[in-house]
């Protein structure tokens, strides 16, 4: 059996990556993930406040003003909180490279292009396979179109684009108004690969402090179902590659997403809750179930539950919602 599938250009042993997380600042819990057979690695995201803050001086500015702005300063980290600096974020790359000679994926996370370009750059430089860019941006004002957050995610693609010669993917939120529409124009923009989805973190409140809370609340198998309705939508609409992040905890989870039409399926909640062993765990299983079902390899799965290739195609449409309700008892 064949597990081997290509991302982003690049030829992986298995379509399991390490996601974006704290896991990839850990030497010794990158070395246990290559042990455990994880095809290729994901960095955490270097943010754009960190490189913005370190180009342009302002974190001693923060720290002037630090009094008189106590209260909205408190919600972003200081310099020391963030795990690896910039600098220091670039060292990382290279010594996950030597250590493992997995393929590796820088991440940034940002809103705009300015303070990018040079960055991205670095990030080549540092011997990274891929970027990918994880736009965060939450509209808050009622007169800021949706026209205008899609071509904010656009602008950023197309000057990383302009900047490397890395392959580029984007993690992409759910909320955009049509999804096929925002990934054909990134295709176009020159992304080699779309990652479905970003999970934002909600805050809470809290009643007693009357102050908001926040908390990491860790995914579960349930929030893979949004996931894999995009994935059958976009496969074979768009001519990228697509990965799916978020809600994958078990061999079937992940099975589940390569049929919807995933090249590459990005770990994250269940290796923070399980230790970076359980790859291993889920690529055996994986393995064993497709050799159980006769396949030869990973790429006869790849979309074959997709929107144009299923059986039932109007699973994934209106039609399936409309009877799911009327056949509903109580």
Known sequence: MDLSTSYLGLKLANPLLAGSSPLADDLDAVKRLAEAGVGGIVMHSIFEEQITREQLGTIMDMELHAESFAEALSYFPSPEEYRLGPERYLEQIRKVKEATGLPVIGSLNGVTPAGWLDYARHVEQAGADAIELNVYYLPTQPWETGEEVERR????????????????????????????????????????????????YQPDIDIEALEPKVHLELSTSAELLLRLRWLAILSGQVKVDLAVTGGVHTAHDAIKAL????????????????????????????????????????????????????????????????????????
Do not use: C
Request: glycine share 6%; charged share 20%; net charge positive.
């Open 153 to 200: 995610t656009l602008d950023i693609v197309r000057t990383v684009r302009g900047a490397v010669k890395l392959p580029i993917a984007v993690k992409l939120s759910p909320f955009f108004s049509s999804i096929p529409n925002l990934a054909r124009q990134l295709e176009l923009a020159g992304a080699g690969a779309l990652v479905v989805f970003n999970r934002f």
């Open 259 to 330: 049929m919807a039409g995933a090249s590459a399926v990005q770990l994250v909640s269940v290796l923070l809750a399980r230790g970076p062993e359980q790859v291993k765990v889920i690529r055996d299983v994986m393995q064993n179930w497709f050799e159980a079902h006769e396949y030869e390899s990973v790429q006869q799965a790849i979309g074959s539950m997709s929107l144009r290739r299923s059986p039932s195609p109007q699973a994934f449409t209106r039609a399936n919602y409309q009877r799911l309700l009327a056949g509903w008892r109580p």
